[in-house]
């Protein structure tokens, strides 16, 4: 799904793409590349609190 959600991404279906994201996390929580996906998603939303929380997250669980 996180493969997916990427293509959605690139053809400009974010809610899809945060869809599936949602669902990988779901399941993965430190999934890197679903994380990575969202935080683009969120930004092209809008969403840049929830981007930068995401972001903060990717640190914390990458960058120890």
Known sequence: ???RAKAFYKL???EKALS???KVLEE???NFSALNTRIQVY???GEHE???AD????D???LK
């Open 60 to 62: 914390d669980i990458y």
């Open 28 to 30: 993965d929580n430190n």
């Open 50 to 52: 929830k981007a930068d």
């Open 20 to 22: 599936d994201c949602n």
């Open 55 to 58: 972001a903060l997250l990717l």
């Open 43 to 45: 930004r092209k939303l």
């Open 12 to 14: 400009e279906n974010y």
């Open 1 to 3: 799904l996180s493969t």
